[in-house]
């Protein structure tokens, strides 16, 4: 039996098993993302009014999002390549609220 102070250690307790990323780090981007969409609210708006694909949206917010601590950028294709970042990204900013 866990307890919540054994998920406080197990990085990935709430997080979907199918994701590469562990809890941390995924909480981490979250975090930079939900700031980064915070500080250009309409940015989505833009990127839908140009035909701009929602791909496109989650990379650029996540290029932008991540290029002051581009040791996230380097730490995270320590272990993951884009197919992985691309999942997180899609459950950071899921295509429904685009």
């Known amino acids: 039996m866990t307890t919540d102070i054994d998920?406080?250690?197990?990085?990935?307790?709430?997080?979907?098993?199918?994701?590469?990323?562990?809890?941390?780090d995924f909480d981490l981007l979250k975090i930079r993302i939900e700031n980064c969409i915070e500080n250009h609210p309409d940015a989505h708006q833009q990127y839908?009014?140009?035909?701009?694909?929602?791909?496109?949206?989650?990379?650029?917010?996540?290029?932008?999002?991540?290029?002051?601590?581009?040791y996230i950028q380097k730490h995270l294709y320590k272990y993951l390549n884009d197919d992985h970042i691309e999942t997180a990204l899609k459950r950071i900013m899921p295509e429904q609220y685009w």
């Open 48 to 70: 839908k009014e140009n035909d701009i694909p929602y791909t496109q949206f989650i990379w650029d917010v996540f290029w932008v999002s991540t290029k002051d601590h581009s």
């Open 7 to 24: 998920n406080i250690f197990d990085c990935t307790a709430k997080h979907d098993s199918r994701l590469h990323m562990t809890g941390f």
